[in-house]
């Protein structure tokens, strides 16, 4: 069996790490589809820890800090480490991911528009919204998710 940290992913974490491992191995039918088989291949142990070594190899190639990476996603600065030699050493971990780095490339850009558009001090924002939405993308920004 194998082993996972003590330490308690957030649900919004979690949520984004299945969704990720969707993107990566499961983009043929539906989402529901790939859960069932999923379901019956892996146990939720190795389901989590699958979406954490997808996501860290992920994180990593959109260069976000290691230190970042090991407090949203749980893991020690030992496996981030060694994920990250094994990134560096393999010229083909970037071509598996391209797909999905360029789509969140192209959500990034349209979330900035918006944030331009709805800017406040337009007609009909609320500035308490128009500052959540800051927030929020640079949150996203500085964590990767």
């Known amino acids: 069996m194998t082993q996972i940290s003590r330490r308690r992913l957030s649900d919004r974490v979690n949520l984004k790490l299945q969704d990720l491992l969707y993107q990566l191995l499961g983009n043929r039918h539906s989402k529901k589809e790939f859960e069932s088989s999923c379901g019956i291949l892996f146990t939720a142990t190795e389901k989590v820890m699958f979406s954490k070594r997808i996501a860290l190899i992920y994180l990593l190639l959109k260069n976000i800090d290691q230190r970042t ?62 500052r959540q939405r800051k927030w929020e993308h640079e949150r996203k920004k500085e964590l990767g998710m």
Not at 84 to 90: E, I, K, P, T, W
């Open 69 to 130: 990476i090991c407090d949203v996603l749980k893991v020690s600065k030992a496996t981030v480490s060694k994920f990250a030699l094994m990134c560096n050493q393999s010229p083909d971990v970037n071509k598996h991911y391209q797909y999905v780095l360029k789509r969140e490339k192209l959500v990034t850009v349209l979330e900035e528009i918006w944030m331009l558009i709805m800017s406040p001090g337009t007609v009909g924002v609320s500035w308490g919204a128009a």
